[in-house]
Every structure is written in C-alpha cells, then in structure tokens.
C-alpha cells in the first residue's frame, strides 16, 4: 500500500479515496464504539455491515438552536392525531390528565397572615371518544397562569376554565393537596407547637355544574368505652390494674362548601372536629399535659359508630356545609384489624363500590 503525505489542498483521486476507505474500516473493524464516536460517529456508516439507509446523528447538544414557527408547525403531535390511532375501545374518558405536579401556592389563615406552602396539584378533563388523547402540559400551564395569586376557590375556577377551554373538554376537575400548619398549645403545661393537618380543596366541573369540595384528616386519639368499662371493672371488683385500650385513628372529612356562604376557613373545619372528638393527638407535652390526655381521652371514650355520629353532628350544625362524607378508621391496639365507619349526607358522596384499599390511605405515620 502507498503512503501519502497529507496534502488537502488539492482534489484526492479516486485510488487514493479508495485506499483511504480500506484503512478507515480496517481500523474502524478493530476499534470500539467508544473510540469511533470519539473520532467521528458517521464512520460507522462506511462499514461494510452497515445498511445503505442508515443515519446520521449529531451527537453535540445544539444550544443555539432557535425553534421558528415552521419548524414548531412540522413537530409530530400524536396525541392531537387523527381518530384512525386511537387504541382499545371507542369510548369517552372520564378523567384524564396529570397528577401530583408541585408548586408554591399562597394561603390566607383567619390571621389575615399569607403563608406560602408547597401544594401537590391534580388536574382532569374528559375526553370525547373521537379524540385520541389530550397535551398534558396544557393543564399545567394553565394552572401555573394563576399560580402567583393567593389562593381562592375562584382561583381554581379560573385555571379549571382556561385548561378545559384550551383542551375542549366538556368536564374537568382540580384538586389541591397540602399540609397546613397550625399552633396548638398543650393541655396544661403551656408549651405549644405546630400541628399539621392534610387537607385537599376540589372543585369538580361537571354536565356543566360545579362543585366545590374540602378534605380534611383529623387525627385523634380513641378511647374504647367497652374497655374502659372492663379495666374499671377488674379494679373495682378485684383490685386489679387495668388500662383500656386507646389508639391513634383518623378521620376523613369531605364536605361540600356553599359559595354563597360565608367562608369555610382551614381552622374553622378543624374548630368542628376538635368539638365534636376532643382527643386530638397531640405535639408537645410535659408529664402534666400526658396526665391530662389520659383523663381528657376516658371523659371522651368513642366506639368508631360514635366518631362518625359526632362529627356528622358538627357539619350538619354548620350553614356554610352541605353534602358531606365521614370516614373513620381506629386503628385498633386491641386487634390485629381496623375498625372503620362511613357515613354520607347528600348524593355527591353515594357510592356503590369502594377502592379495595380506600382505607389504608387513613393510615398516618408520625
């Protein structure tokens, strides 16, 4: 083989291309794919094995690159494409969308004080059966046009209205998830400290009626009266030490808010639980406010029958709440199980069939 000295400053015949291909490939037959990227990617183009169709990539990062109109236009959308792709059965959607996008929202508590805290967001449409899918990213850029307001439920109507006009939807729904802080003092010691409460705020746009709904978990401590009867029993009439079983439950309260009414505050939803079971876990004590838990918690013995009964007793008593659900789960010290209870007021709760693990998301950690 003859060896040439570099000279580019003339045309390279075709020989002498021809034997620079040979040793390219001969090269490129015992080098890695490391060291061909390293040198050029397109050299594997020119092996032998290597189909006539086979493409080109650039493999540095354009950052320059300026997205025009035209090339915005030539973008493939296979989610907005034609009624021949769509998979499975020709049926409408019910709820389709994102879950669990993350921002800052501002919150007003009966203070007048904003507090900003981080929200998890969900956001659905229908979708008509004709239509293949929806551009997801849409529902968070609406919402993300009203994110820097102080929240309101005519905040949330706002963003529902911009996404399900943009996504042509005939129904949609957004729900806000959040943990809300509030000061709770103890019972007796004076100390104080910051409980957080889960709470989750919806408004549902459906057949062209909306409804706006909160979610609250209010954790407290339960007492079983049948227990307590019995411990009392064995010391009574044998002189025996006996406690009765209380533990950490949970209940979930959906109401249905009335926007004509005066507003429901986070602290006022709270207010209604903290009379209707008192026995609220608590965050800071001293062996005086432990002493009084005890003595608050056999004043305030609860079956889980009774939990649900009360709090339903509370919403019902409030002008601002109409349909409304109590779910409540003791989570039992006594029985490897859970007792649990569901009462509802009003149609927007009903439901025939529950998700079969509903009532593990009751479950609170500390």
């Excluded at 390293?38 to 320059?64: C, V």
């Excluded at 079983?245 to 009335?258: E, G, P, T, Y």
């Excluded at 004043?299 to 019902?316: G, T």
């Amino acid at each position: 083989m003859n060896v040439h000295s570099t000279d580019f400053d003339r045309e390279p015949t075709r020989d002498e291309a021809k034997e620079a291909l040979a040793l390219l490939r001969k090269w490129a037959r015992e080098a890695d794919t490391a060291e061909i990227d390293t040198l050029d990617p397109a050299i594997a183009r020119l092996m032998p094995s290597a189909p006539e169709d086979y493409p080109f990539f650039t493999r540095e990062y354009a950052e320059d690159f300026n997205v025009d109109t035209a090339y915005k236009a030539s973008l493939p959308d296979l989610q907005n494409g034609p009624e021949s792709l769509i998979k499975g059965a020709h049926r409408a959607i019910q709820h389709v969308g994102i879950s669990n996008f993350r921002l800052p929202v501002q919150f007003r508590s009966t203070t007048g004080a904003p507090r900003t805290l981080e929200t998890s967001v969900t956001g659905t449409v229908s979708l008509d059966a004709d239509k293949k899918g929806i551009n997801m990213s849409r529902i968070m850029r609406s919402f993300y046009t009203h994110a820097e307001e102080e929240f309101s439920f005519e905040v949330i109507e706002a963003a529902l209205d911009d996404y399900k006009t943009d996504l042509e939807s005939f129904d949609a729904r957004i729900q806000m998830r959040l943990s809300y802080p509030m000061k709770i003092e103890s019972l007796r010691s004076g100390l104080s400290g910051w409980q957080y409460y889960d709470l989750a705020l919806e408004v549902v746009d459906k057949a062209g009626v909306r409804t706006r709904v909160l979610h609250l978990d209010y954790v407290y401590s339960s007492t079983c009266p049948c227990s307590l009867e019995l411990s009392e029993h064995a010391r009574r009439t044998r002189g025996q030490l006996a406690t009765p079983h209380s533990q950490r439950s949970v209940a979930r309260l959906s109401v249905v808010i009335d926007p004509s009414a005066d507003t429901l505050w986070f602290e006022d939803i709270v207010g209604l639980c903290r009379i209707a079971v008192p026995t609220e876990t608590q965050v800071m004590v001293k062996r005086e406010d432990e002493q009084a838990f005890a003595e608050l918690n056999a004043a305030n013995p609860i079956f889980v029958e009774d939990a649900a009964r009360l709090f339903a007793e509370q919403l019902q008593s409030d002008a601002r709440i109409g349909d409304f659900r109590v779910v409540a789960s003791h989570q039992e010290s006594l029985h490897s199980h859970d007792a649990v209870s569901i009462l509802t007021e009003g149609e927007t709760f009903e439901a025939t069939s529950l998700d079969p693990r509903f009532f593990e998301t009751l479950f609170h950690t500390g």
